[in-house]
């Protein structure tokens, strides 16, 4: 039985958003240590560490979340009623999208309630009460669905998923080819072939701002900025014209980046000095060689961009500076005590003192920008009705750009992660950054609105990486092991009608990463609001049949033969996702029919206590059987055919193009043959993680002959009209 200490910090913790008691993958109750509830609200500012810190806390919380007050942002479906504080009565003023502006009086019910009802066309409409501003968020039923945007009916279309560092374009001409790793120009050059090869979507890894002095850290899932780009990818010739970049790489050593395109593996502390090299010519000439349009350009993207560029522009220069004087990278928490703050005056007297600097981490922010809209731009010309899929990732570096400049953002002493779960036993610590709850609805949703609308600005649609964290995020404090974290809940209701507002303004496609343990209803959830989730095919399996009585109960678990289950017919698939052969953090279609998997997490010590390689091997070998009868059981062609050593990969893009998701995205590296996966979990050093590249030029990755016959059937089925 629990004492009133107990249920007092358990009731703190409920009402902070912390879940105390949930269902393991294992199906098994697990409950929150009380040393992991104290450390959660103690970093949430609510100290719990005596009877009067949780009365304390209590009461604070209770005051910040009572109606009296009116919030920045209040969200509703268009046409729903919007429930206002009491003193906010009367007539208030409302200005539209449109900016004209409207009359609209409240209605006052007999509990003391206030409300007025929202207008039935979304946008974002400022309302000014008797008792205050707020901004009025009204929200679609639904983002729209890819009938919408490709104006089908049913449609059922294709797309290619990339790593876009992973892509290559050779050219004797170093002013429009890739130097080490690819770039928005070879994206748009890919744009622009899948589209004309009938692809309506170009899904590509993360582009958000990295550490320009610290190219080593190079997963896409770990950036210093989800509001920024990655500056290495600018393709700055197709901004400022070849000419410029000709003059540019004149003074530079061109073998040597001819040597590193050349490579299979990226060097990127070797490909970033380079890049960055060029950029900084580039910018030092504009002063003197820009166009008008060119400075107007510049201009008003630093206009629209405003403090957060700037801030970012000055983070970067900070961090090099430190890594100069401290012969190493260090995070910003280790600087100076006087530049931990973006707002001191040191940080300002060192912004003045190196404008220069800073002004050409703007510079290359722009170049960045612009050329990614021309990657969009390419490909809506070749006939994409969808275009480029950016990737928001679900955190941020901890010592990046984002969290030296936007510090009230986020939550303080956790990182994100996940509990454990069958395939990681001891959970997983991501080490990233997560958005505070309150700081979110005290901020109206500013940091999340900005974070979306970055990954928006130049394409076609998103997908979010690990959208469960709408709901629910996993916080492990610092210090503590994975397997000791907990849940925080998220305001689930109001990410999601802002994320179909913003889709519904841009005509874009959202896409929900639901991989791993799904909330129940979560998945209801996204289908609600018109988001598709994710179908991958090594997931989709047939439910396992109740055990049956043990004729042998005699006979060790570990020594029982095991029938897999077998793989969904394509008509089951569940419609309301993407369909997928795999994934970035998953097996290709080569590697898994190999068992590459295997043979890495064998040889780097990564297999769980009850597993060995050779076990695994007979598993994946059964695994194949099963697969390749479902294949041939749903297909005529494939029927007839023996079974192969090697991947039939055309009949297996086929069968995944069968099913009925209205959008398939064929990975690069299963159309090219790969084997190798873009990144192994629970690795750094020992796998090549976000360093490889395609084996094939962007203009032969669809028109070599072993691509354009896996990708026969995908085009045979979802078709182009």
């Not at 609200?41 to 604070?60: F, G, Q, T, V």
């Not at 290359?364 to 899929?389: E, K, N, P």
């Not at 990046?400 to 400049?405: D, F, L, Q």
């Not at 130049?458 to 092991?481: E, F, N, Q």
């Amino acid at each position: 039985m629990n004492t009133p200490a107990q249920n007092a910090l358990s009731a703190l913790a409920a009402e902070a958003g912390i879940i105390e008691d949930w269902m393991g993958a294992d199906q098994r109750p697990r409950r929150v240590s009380p040393d992991t509830l104290r450390s959660l609200l103690d970093a949430m500012d609510l100290p719990a560490n005596s009877d009067a810190d949780i009365r304390d806390s209590r009461h604070r919380l209770a005051a910040a979340s009572a109606q009296s007050h009116l919030a920045p942002m209040l969200i509703a479906l268009a046409g729903d009623t919007v429930e206002l504080p009491g003193h906010c009565a009367g007539v208030c003023q409302m200005q539209t999208p449109s900016q004209s502006r409207v009359a609209v009086r409240t209605a006052s019910a007999a509990d003391g309630t206030t409300t007025l009802v929202a207008p039935a066309e979304p946008g974002y409409y400022t309302l000014t009460t008797p008792g205050g501003v707020t901004t009025l968020a009204v929200a679609p039923p639904r983002a729209p669905a890819v009938d919408e945007l490709l104006r089908v009916k049913d449609a059922r279309a294709w797309g290619l998923a990339v790593q876009l560092y992973s892509l290559r374009r050779p050219s004797p001409d170093l002013a429009v080819a890739t130097h080490g790793f690819g770039d928005f120009g070879a994206l748009r050059d890919l744009a622009a072939t899948a589209g004309s090869a009938g692809a309506d979507a170009l899904a590509i890894s993360p582009v958000h701002a990295m550490f320009a002095a610290d190219p080593a850290q190079c997963s896409p899932y770990s950036p210093s900025s989800r509001l920024f780009l990655n500056a290495l990818y600018a393709h700055p010739a197709s901004v400022l014209g070849e000419a410029a970049v000709h003059h540019a790489l004149s003074g530079m050593d061109q073998a040597r980046l001819r040597a590193l395109d050349a490579r299979p593996l990226i060097d990127w502390p070797a490909a970033a000095a380079s890049r960055l090299e060029l950029l900084r010519r580039l910018h030092a000439r504009f002063p003197v060689t820009a166009t008008p349009a060119q400075r107007k350009a510049y201009d008003d993207y630093r206009a629209t961009a405003g403090q957060d560029l700037h801030d970012h522009a000055l983070f970067e220069a900070l961090h090099a500076d430190q890594t100069r004087t401290q012969g190493a990278p260090i995070p910003w928490t280790e600087w100076p005590a006087e530049l931990r703050d973006p707002r001191s005056p040191a940080a300002q007297r060192y912004a003045d003192a190196h404008r220069a600097e800073v002004d050409a981490h703007m510079f290359s922010q722009w170049l960045a920008s612009a050329s990614l809209a021309h990657a969009q731009q390419a490909a809506r010309d070749a006939g994409m009705r969808i275009g480029v899929l950016a990737d928001l990732a679900v955190g941020g570096s901890p010592a990046g750009s984002h969290a030296w400049s936007r510090q009230a953002d986020l939550m303080t002493r956790t990182s994100v992660g996940a509990p454990p779960d069958l395939h990681n036993p001891q959970g997983q610590g991501w080490g990233l950054t997560a958005l505070s709850p309150a700081a979110l609805r005290q901020s109206g949703y500013a940091a999340f609105l900005a974070m979306l609308r970055a990954s928006l600005a130049h394409a076609g649609g998103v997908r979010i990486d690990h959208i469960l964290g709408m709901a629910r995020m996993w916080l492990i404090p610092d210090g503590a092991s994975p397997q000791d974290g907990a849940y925080l809940r998220y305001p689930l209701t109001q990410l999601l009608r802002l994320t179909a507002l913003e889709a519904w303004l841009r005509r874009a496609l959202v896409i929900g990463e639901n991989l791993g343990t799904v909330p129940d209803g979560f998945d209801a959830r996204l289908q609600e609001q018109g988001l598709l989730g994710m179908n991958v095919l090594w997931f989709m399996r047939a439910p396992e049949p109740a055990p049956e009585p043990d004729p042998e109960p005699a006979l060790a678990p570990s020594a029982r033969p095991v029938e897999p289950a077998g793989f969904l017919a394509p008509a089951d698939w569940p419609p309301h996702a993407v369909a997928m052969t795999t994934t970035h953090d998953l097996p290709t279609l080569e590697g898994w029919w190999h068992g590459q998997d295997i043979l890495w997490r064998s040889r780097l010590g990564l297999l769980g206590p009850e597993q060995d390689e050779a076990t695994l091997r007979a598993g994946r070998l059964a695994d194949r059987a099963a697969l390749w009868r479902a294949v041939q059981t749903s297909s005529p062609t494939a029927s007839a055919l023996p079974p192969s050593r090697e991947p039939p990969s055309a009949e297996l893009l086929g069968f995944v193009a069968a099913t009925p998701c209205p959008l398939m995205l064929v990975t690069l590296e299963d159309l090219t043959g790969q084997l190798d996966q873009p990144n192994l979990p629970g690795t750094v050093a020992d796998h090549p993680n976000w360093r490889q590249r395609a084996p094939l030029s962007v203009a032969d990755c669809l028109n070599a002959p072993a691509t354009t016959t896996r990708l026969q059937s995908v085009r045979a089925i979802r078709g182009r009209p």
